[in-house]
């Protein structure tokens, strides 16, 4: 943790010399805000104590996304292979070349030609993103299958405690938005949440937490869906109806005219939501460096756990924690003795075998809804050990028939997602069956009381058999 603080304001530095526009106070309004000493609007989300979040309007992930992205373009040293999808990494120990586990690259897709190239590389960095749309309802975008930590797992890679998925309290409630986040600076800004009762809608957090609407993620969740199973209803409602609109208009423009797509005025009307899975503080395994446990492989942004977030994050963290890890990893690649590159003759190509073509597309949707619906009606907000073992019984069963598919049929980038959906899904709970307790963003109904000492991780990692264990 000290590491990536410490290195925060460098990186906060190099993003404003390369383009970023973090917004500044007099860009918002000259009261009830906060700024730092450069007049930097400093936001405030849930669980924080005080407003410390730069940000970029309401787009900010975006916004570092579209700079580092045209940087990239710009650079002719960079080279994008664009609608390519990874199948799996290359490792010594599946050549059974020699006893040290070393990455050597990865066998990637085509999907316009359906043909898999072997990219070979010296050192390689994941940066595949969360696992999200292992849930039936997410914030994350349909790509967020968990691809770079079941690659990972394959690769004998550790993975570090996938129990901790973290789910954020306020997706908007609309048939026609899916996936769209409801920011939670919106409640930093004042917002409350409220329920329907009778012909009125009140408060109810403050029975929760004393932090209220402002209380860390997992309790508001939890708040919200206890609140939901007890009232029967489908929604709660976000209220930050006080602040005026041209507040609200500058504040969070993108969010504002989104809302206004939905028939929803955030200036004037109440905004339903509902919780959805967001976050996954587990991954593969890292050290500050995004270091692996396989030589020359690294991991960074939310494919990978360097443990900063512990059981629960923060909200905003994880771009630091990106931006940090991914400037270590860079650099600790470059200096690091430069591995002789991997000899392309003495690596097979992908071997498709026997494989043929498959016309029972419909197998995989289905097992795509399935694997999702039960991972969020068993292994989603409140867990129990009953539900997990319902969970374990689907997830082993469906495992199965996924991967004789996965051999019997020639590789589409919808049968690498959903193989790579259910390995995460299944170490999401074998993760959850072993930490037998309530911790952060794992709440286990029948393990209500955590009396015990912090600092345990869960630990996967995938021999010749299976191994979980805490450390």
Same mark, same amino acid.
């Given at each position: !943790?000290?590491?990536?603080?410490?290195?925060?304001?460098?990186?906060?530095?190099?993003?404003?010399?390369? @383009?970023?526009?973090?917004?500044?106070?007099?860009?918002?309004?000259?009261?009830?805000?906060?700024?730092?000493?450069? @007049?930097?609007?400093?936001?405030?989300?849930?669980?924080?104590?005080?407003?410390?979040?730069?940000?970029?309007?309401?787009?900010?992930?975006?916004?570092?996304?579209?700079?580092?992205?045209?940087?990239?373009?710009?650079?002719?040293?960079?080279? %994008?292979?664009?609608?390519?999808?990874?199948?799996?990494?290359?490792?010594?120990?599946?050549?059974?070349?020699?006893?040290?586990?070393?990455?050597?690259?990865?066998?990637?897709?085509?999907? @316009?030609?359906?043909?898999? /190239?072997?990219?070979?590389?010296?050192?390689?960095?994941?940066?595949?993103?969360?696992?999200?749309?292992?849930?039936?309802?997410?914030?994350?975008?349909?790509?967020?299958?968990?691809?770079?930590?079941?690659?990972?797992?394959?690769?004998?890679?550790?993975?570090?405690? !996938?129990?901790? %998925?973290?789910?954020? &309290?306020?997706?908007?409630?609309?048939?026609?938005?899916?996936?769209?986040?409801?920011?939670?600076?919106?409640?930093?800004?004042?917002?409350?949440?409220?329920?329907?009762?009778?012909?009125?809608?009140?408060?109810?957090?403050?029975?929760?937490?004393?932090?209220?609407?402002?209380?860390?993620?997992?309790?508001?969740?939890?708040?919200?869906?206890?609140?939901?199973?007890?009232?029967?209803?489908?929604?709660?409602?976000?209220?930050?109806?006080?602040?005026?609109?041209? %507040?609200?208009?500058?504040?969070?423009?993108?969010?504002?005219?989104?809302?206004?797509? %939905?028939?929803?005025? !955030?200036?004037?009307?109440?905004? &339903?939501?509902?919780?959805?899975?967001?976050?996954?503080?587990?991954?593969?395994?890292?050290?500050?460096?995004?270091?692996?446990?396989?030589?020359?492989?690294?991991?960074?942004?939310?494919?990978?756990?360097?443990?900063?977030?512990?059981?629960?994050?923060?909200?905003?963290?994880?771009?630091?924690?990106?931006?940090?890890?991914?400037?270590?990893?860079? /650099?600790?690649?470059?200096?690091?003795?430069?591995?002789?590159?991997?000899?392309?003759?003495?690596?097979?190509?992908?071997?498709?075998?026997?494989?043929?073509?498959?016309?029972?597309?419909?197998?995989?949707?289905?097992?795509?809804?399935?694997?999702?619906?039960?991972?969020?009606?068993?292994?989603?907000?409140?867990?129990?050990?009953?539900?997990?073992?319902?969970?374990?019984?689907?997830?082993?069963?469906?495992?199965?028939?996924?991967?004789?598919?996965?051999?019997?049929?020639?590789?589409?980038?919808?049968?690498?997602?959903?193989?790579?959906?259910?390995?995460?899904?299944? !170490?999401?709970?074998?993760?959850?069956?072993?930490? /037998?307790?309530?911790?952060?963003?794992?709440?286990?109904?029948?393990?209500?009381?955590?009396?015990?000492?912090?600092?345990?991780?869960?630990?996967?990692?995938?021999?010749?058999?299976?191994?979980?264990?805490?450390?």
């Amino acid at each position: !943790m000290r590491d990536i603080v410490r290195a925060g304001p460098e990186c906060v530095r190099d993003l404003l010399d390369w @383009g970023i526009h973090f917004t500044r106070r007099n860009e918002v309004e000259e009261a009830g805000g906060s700024e730092d000493g450069q @007049g930097f609007d400093l936001g405030q989300e849930g669980g924080h104590s005080r407003r410390r979040v730069l940000h970029a309007g309401d787009i900010t992930g975006q916004e570092i996304v579209r700079v580092l992205l045209d940087c990239c373009r710009r650079n002719p040293r960079i080279r %994008f292979l664009e609608q390519h999808v990874a199948i799996d990494l290359i490792t010594t120990r599946h050549l059974s070349w020699q006893e040290e586990n070393l990455c050597l690259g990865a066998y990637v897709l085509d999907r @316009g030609t359906r043909q898999i /190239r072997t990219v070979l590389a010296g050192f390689t960095i994941l940066a595949t993103g969360g696992a999200g749309k292992v849930y039936l309802y997410t914030s994350n975008p349909d790509i967020a299958c968990g691809d770079g930590v079941a690659m990972a797992y394959r690769a004998y890679a550790e993975i570090r405690n !996938m129990e901790f %998925f973290q789910f954020h &309290p306020t997706c908007l409630y609309h048939p026609a938005a899916k996936s769209f986040l409801i920011s939670e600076a919106v409640r930093g800004e004042g917002g409350v949440l409220k329920i329907r009762r009778g012909k009125d809608t009140v408060e109810f957090m403050g029975d929760y937490h004393a932090m209220g609407s402002l209380a860390p993620r997992d309790i508001v969740s939890r708040a919200i869906d206890s609140e939901l199973k007890r009232t029967g209803q489908a929604c709660v409602y976000l209220d930050i109806r006080h602040r005026d609109e041209a %507040f609200l208009r500058r504040r969070f423009p993108n969010l504002f005219a989104k809302c206004l797509e %939905f028939g929803v005025n !955030m200036a004037a009307d109440l905004i &339903p939501v509902v919780p959805a899975a967001h976050y996954c503080c587990g991954g593969v395994k890292t050290d500050v460096n995004g270091c692996t446990t396989v030589g020359n492989l690294y991991a960074v942004g939310e494919v990978g756990c360097t443990g900063l977030h512990g059981a629960n994050r923060l909200a905003s963290n994880s771009l630091l924690e990106a931006m940090v890890v991914a400037r270590n990893a860079v /650099r600790h690649s470059v200096s690091a003795t430069a591995p002789a590159p991997p000899d392309a003759d003495g690596i097979p190509d992908w071997s498709s075998g026997d494989a043929v073509d498959s016309d029972e597309g419909i197998v995989i949707a289905h097992n795509w809804e399935e694997i999702r619906r039960f991972m969020w009606d068993y292994v989603g907000i409140v867990r129990t050990n009953k539900r997990l073992e319902r969970a374990k019984n689907r997830i082993r069963l469906l495992r199965n028939e996924i991967e004789k598919y996965y051999w019997d049929f020639l590789i589409t980038a919808d049968l690498v997602e959903l193989r790579n959906l259910a390995s995460v899904a299944e !170490m999401i709970i074998d993760s959850a069956m072993a930490r /037998r307790e309530s911790r952060g963003l794992h709440f286990n109904a029948d393990y209500p009381v955590n009396n015990n000492p912090p600092g345990k991780d869960t630990i996967l990692r995938r021999p010749v058999k299976a191994e979980i264990w805490t450390e």
